[in-house]
């Protein structure tokens, strides 16, 4: 089944012989898709000399999304909640003087991602893993995060210990399905693991690499995004941070108040000559990688082009608009800085 990722324009396209018009029913659900569509698109042809029709589904999947919290921890794999990402079917009808015929029909699985310019149309990302870089470093202290992955039938993964070399494998189920699975087994904690997802016959589809790293001198932060595969991702950042606030009010002139006493008016001076109101605050942090390789430029741009993002477990947005993509030929300890606002009031302000 093909992916549709809705940050990027997804394009249907009609153009047969002899048509008129032509039309796109799109079925979009969690779970069932319903008998009639919810959205139905049509137009007529350009010209008789140009008969194609297109049709950007993209924006209309992407409504169907939302990333409002990040997988819970734990060893086993869990069903990816269904609000996380969109069941799509799309029928496919030209237009021949007043009659529609079906074309024919489509499903795909639709995620809040995006391709880049570089990779021209939309395209599949492919299934079996929805974190693209595959060497990642985590504090053994701290959960390390989840991997999603969209999978056939008696799909199983396989972690093995960086250390000992000792094999563990997780069945994920006869169905087909789309399961977030830890980066690193408890037992792994210590000594990390790589990942390996088997298909039905055995065979490795994908792998990934996580390594442990022990930070005695810094309080690391914990970034999770949604990254360019519309799945929930986690970093690190290991090396000093820097909190700041700020405060923003609005300011006005006080109307002083006079008293009269033996003829003589005079005003408290502890009043003062202006006051302010709505006064509240904004938090935000500077945080750094650490040494990374230069390959680390990947996650440094999903985390830059994401929309959703949490630090602590407390939601933020980028305020780092750009950044140099450090090349390990000119920078020999590649190092990145990043500024980051908390959304939201200090003082609870929510109605």
């Known amino acids: 089944m093909a992916n549709i990722f809705t940050r990027s324009p997804y ?38 000399n140009n008969i194609e029709t297109l049709y950007d589904i993209s924006s209309y999947i ?70 693209g870089y595959p060497n990642h470093y985590y504090l053994p202290t701290e959960y390390a995060g989840k991997i999603r992955i969209n999978v ?17 494998t997780l069945v994920l189920g006869a169905t087909a399905n789309v399961f977030d699975i830890p980066r690193v087994r408890t037992a792994n904690v210590n000594d990390g693991n790589t990942v390996e997802v088997l298909n039905a016959s055995s065979v490795s589809q ?36 820097n909190d700041t606030l700020s405060v923003e009010n609005t300011e006005y002139n006080l109307m002083q108040t006079f008293t009269t006493t033996s003829n003589v008016t005079t005003y408290n001076a502890l009043e003062g ?32 082009l994401s929309e959703r993002i949490l630090i602590d477990n407390k939601p933020a947005k980028i305020n780092t608009k750009s950044t140099e993509l450090f090349k390990s ?3 020999k300890q590649i190092n990145y800085s990043l500024d980051f606002e908390f959304t939201y009031d200090v003082i609870n302000s929510v109605i």
């Open 206 to 241: 994908a792998s990934y690499s996580f390594f442990p790293i022990e930070e005695c001198k810094y309080t690391p932060v914990i970034i999770d995004f949604v990254n360019r595969y519309g799945a929930w991702q986690r970093e690190f950042f290991f090396k000093a941070s």
């Open 273 to 304: 000559q202006r006051e302010t109101f709505n006064t509240n605050g904004k938090k935000s942090i500077k945080v750094n990688t650490g040494w990374v390789y230069e390959n680390w430029k990947d996650v440094l741009k999903e985390i830059m």
């Open 62 to 131: 992407q409504e169907y999304i939302s990333h409002d919290a990040c997988s819970t921890s734990g060893d086993a794999q869990a069903v990816t909640p269904t609000n996380q990402y969109a069941n799509v079917r799309v029928k496919r009808y030209k237009l021949v003087s007043s009659t529609y015929t079906l074309l024919n029909t489509v499903d795909y699985k639709a995620f809040n991602g995006y391709g880049y310019y570089e990779d021209n149309v939309n395209f599949d990302l492919g299934d079996y893993g929805l974190n």
């Open 11 to 48: 394009i249907i396209r009609i153009a047969e012989s002899g048509q008129n018009g032509s039309k796109v029913e799109l079925f979009i659900s969690a779970t069932t898709f319903s008998v009639s569509p919810q959205y139905t698109l049509s137009k007529l042809i350009p010209a008789s």
């Open 152 to 168: 056939g039938a008696n799909f199983t993964v396989r972690y093995t210990n960086l250390s000992t070399g000792t094999p563990t």
């Open 329 to 331: 030929i000119n920078t």
